[in-house]
Nanobody
Framework: QVHLVQSGGGLVQAGGSLRLSCAAS????????MGWFRQAPGKGREFVAA????????AQTNTMKGRFSISRDNAENTVYLQMNSLKPEDTAVYYC???????????????WGQGTQVTVSS
């Protein structure tokens, strides 16, 4: 069992930066793949990035490469999503998730955070 609690997010102007955090409970964090997804109003869930348990491998949506980066601190049981050069189209609810496969499919993730709103104003 993994419990995920997200923090960060909020309102930022276009071009600004935000860092999302996702703290996990449970002793299996370091062996869990962690992912970030987002869902904009009226749209489906979209994969953002994922990172392996050791942090040695990552996967990311091409459209966000160079602006978003995922990292983790296994000593703190926390995964981060650093978002730079934010655009209004990045406005969405962002979710962290824990799973066992480094995959862009939400179906591969068993546990989800509560979601956090990111709003980018133009």
């Amino acid at each position: 069992q993994v419990h995920l609690v997200q923090s960060g997010g909020g309102l930022v102007q276009a071009g600004g930066s935000l860092r999302l955090s996702c703290a996990a409970s449970g002793r299996t964090f370091s062996s869990s793949v962690m992912g970030w997804f987002r869902q904009a109003p009226g749209k489906g869930r979209e994969f953002v990035a994922a990172i392996s348990g050791s942090g040695s491998r990552t996967a990311q949506t091409n459209t966000m490469k160079g602006r978003f980066s995922i990292s983790r601190d296994n000593a703190e049981n926390t995964v981060y999503l650093q978002m730079n050069s934010l655009k209004p189209e990045d406005t969405a609810v962002y979710y962290c998730a824990a799973g066992s496969q480094l995959s862009p499919s939400g179906a591969e993730y068993d546990y989800w955070g509560q979601g956090t709103q990111v709003t980018v104003s133009s």
